[in-house]
């Protein structure tokens, strides 16, 4: 069965139709710019033309880059503000005429790795991170999500964690990457000294570019491994909530 899933970046609004019983895109995604500001209005027209683009109707999956429950978004650290407190479930279905499900990015991406990528069938404590815009994390016991966990806003080296060690922060200081590598190693031996995973599983854009930074990565006990799906892990991850619902 298809479903469609749609993922809202920071710098990129991206969906195709997913295949669920290969958990990939069963066509080549279409992407359209993430509008600044990105006020629930115009992120909204972005979803419906990357929808429209397929001449889709049934159920629709979206990510959301921020805290979602029960389909209102809740923060909005790199968005429009106008999104804290909306129902955008319930706004993003009346705009499109179908049924809509909102998850958070990272959850999303986080699930569709443990399904058919790199966490695929792994037991105990596993995190999926995706470094971005800001830093997203999912994190699972036994193959089971605990939702909107918000890890990239810990702090670090007293500022934010997303504000030093994201793919963003790399591109506006314009880190080699070896320094960016020792912030996200630092990054990670946080989490490791809380909560002792097994595996990370490293998402986002920058996961195709694993060869450039995750061999610089040292001193980390837990396994450190690549997102297989790499950045359609939101899309795919969004397409499998809507099918859940
Ligand atoms: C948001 C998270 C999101 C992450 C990645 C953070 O700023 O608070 O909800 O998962 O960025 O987009």
Do not use: C
Not at 33 to 53: N, Y
Not at 199 to 225: Q, T
């Amino acid at each position: 069965m298809n479903v469609f899933g749609v993922d809202i970046g920071g710098s990129g609004i991206k969906g195709a139709p997913v295949d669920l019983a290969r958990g990939d895109l069963a066509e080549p995604r279409h992407k359209v710019l993430t509008p600044h500001p990105a006020t629930p209005d115009s992120v909204i027209d972005g979803v419906k033309e990357v929808v429209d683009h397929f001449g889709w109707s049934g159920p629709v999956g979206i990510t959301f880059p921020g805290v979602v429950t029960d389909g209102v978004t809740r923060t909005a650290a790199n968005v429009d503000k106008g999104w804290v407190d909306l129902n955008a479930q319930s706004v993003l279905g009346e705009r499109l005429g179908m049924p809509v499900t909102v998850l958070n990015d990272a959850d999303a991406a986080g699930v569709a790795e443990m399904t058919f990528g790199a966490g695929a069938g792994r037991q105990g404590t596993v995190f999926l991170l995706t470094f971005g815009t800001g830093i997203g994390s999912a994190l699972f016991l036994d193959g089971k999500l605990v939702p909107n966990t918000e890890l990239g806003h810990l702090e670090l080296h007293g500022r934010e964690a997303e504000k030093h060690a994201s793919t963003k922060a790399k591109e506006d200081e314009d880190l080699s990457w070896e320094h960016w590598a020792k912030r996200v190693t630092k990054y990670l031996a946080h989490l490791e000294m809380l909560f002792s995973p097994s595996l990370f599983i490293i998402g986002g854009g920058v996961s195709r570019k694993a060869d450039k930074f995750l061999p610089l990565i040292e001193g980390i006990r837990a396994e450190i491994v690549p997102a297989q799906l790499q950045n359609n892990a939101g899309i795919v991850g969004a397409a499998m909530a809507a099918a859940k619902r």
